[in-house]
């Protein structure tokens, strides 16, 4: 608490004492800005949904027709007392992605108000478009999904083949990141298999193999030419006569007009 006193010329205009009873904290969601969150209640609970975690939110979402800054529209678009999705899936129900980047920031029992700016978080089914909106979102029910260090070799090669065929979907669809996030998840689930088992391990290193082909592929749709050469290289260390990492690898040195590396 502190007193405060407020004078001019005349004397005394103003006295009081202000105290702070509470305060939200407020963090970007991503690096860029685009999703913000205020924190409204912080539960106790610290276990967070992972990829593959099924959520129910109660949420309300409004509309920012004049951007983050302006006033919200005068009713909300959306009201839902059990929203529920399958985090880091959640764009095949219409969830937009700042949603579910949003939802992986709290625990069981939180209550946020985030703000979302720009299509790719926004979404774009939100009536008239808006350049930003606004979720009042609560997630009351969490069921984690399995993280890589609880589950066996064969249940790792199992998710991993699972997320691969759907980066596949993905890629087939032209959703080049969607794609790429996908491939991501399926590589960390493999990635270290100096454990495996001998069946476990080929199966693995097969998976690795695809899954970084496809990712120089999709990497070089959005011309991130670097990650493209990385996956291609990933590829090369292992099968030094890849074709399609070859070709691949000298795509990816076209864009970055390394034009000797790439005819080499």
């Given amino acids: 608490s502190t007193t405060f006193c407020s004078e001019s010329a005349a004397g005394p205009t103003l006295a009081g004492t202000l105290t702070l009873t509470s305060w939200a904290s407020v963090e970007a969601v991503t690096p860029d800005g685009g999703v913000v969150k205020k924190m409204v209640v912080d539960s106790e609970s610290w276990s967070k949904a992972t990829p593959g975690s099924k959520v129910v939110l109660k949420l309300t979402a409004t509309a920012l027709p004049d951007g983050p800054d302006g006033p919200p529209a005068p009713a ?71 993280e890589a260090w609880e589950m066996g070799d064969d249940e790792k090669v199992e998710a991993a083949t ?57 990497h070089l749709k959005i011309g991130d030419w670097k990650a493209a050469g990385a996956a291609a290289d990933a590829v090369l260390a292992k099968d030094g006569l890849n074709g399609k990492a070859l070709y691949r690898r000298a795509q990816a040195r076209l864009g970055t007009q390394d034009y000797v590396e790439a005819e080499r």
Avoid: C, M, Q
């Fill in 76 to 146: 909300p678009y959306l009201t839902a007392d059990a929203f529920e999705f399958t985090v880091d899936e959640g764009e095949d129900a219409g969830v937009p992605e700042g949603l579910d980047l949003a939802v992986r920031s709290l625990a069981e029992g939180d209550r946020a108000l985030v703000t979302a700016t720009g299509a790719r978080y926004v979404g774009h089914d939100v009536p008239g478009n808006p350049p930003a909106v606004r979720w009042d979102v609560t997630l009351t029910s969490l069921t984690k999904a399995k």
């Fill in 162 to 218: 699972a997320a691969k065929a759907g980066g596949n979907d993905k890629f087939k669809a032209g959703a080049w990141e969607a794609a790429i996030k996908k491939y991501k998840r399926a590589l960390s689930l493999v990635e270290y298999d100096t454990g495996f088992g001998p069946g476990a391990k080929a199966a693995a290193g097969d998976l690795k193999k695809a899954v970084n082909l496809n990712l120089a592929a999709a």
